[in-house]
């Protein structure tokens, strides 16, 4: 309790911006952005503990070089013919 009591924390970090200016967005339709899975994001692995990363790590080996590769596929196949 100590150590979160006394330690100084940044926490909240406040920038300014131009006023009434719009920002383009990423995707001109949301029908146009593509799904992605938080295993795919290697940036967020810096935050994972080393049992999750190692969890990701079997999964994607399965997923490359096991039979989650033909799982993959069929998957795909199946999703075109819906």
Not at 3 to 22: P, W
Not at 31 to 43: G, R
């Amino acid at each position: 309790m100590y150590k979160y009591a006394l330690t100084v924390k940044e926490q909240l970090h406040l920038t300014s911006g131009g006023m009434m200016e719009v920002s383009k967005p990423a995707f001109a339709e949301l029908n146009e952005a593509e799904v992605i899975e938080v295993t795919q994001i290697d940036v967020l692995q810096m935050y994972m503990s080393q049992n999750e990363r190692d969890v990701i790590a079997r999964h994607r080996d399965y997923m490359e070089k096991g039979p989650g590769k033909i799982e993959s596929i069929l998957n795909g196949e199946m999703s075109k013919l819906y």
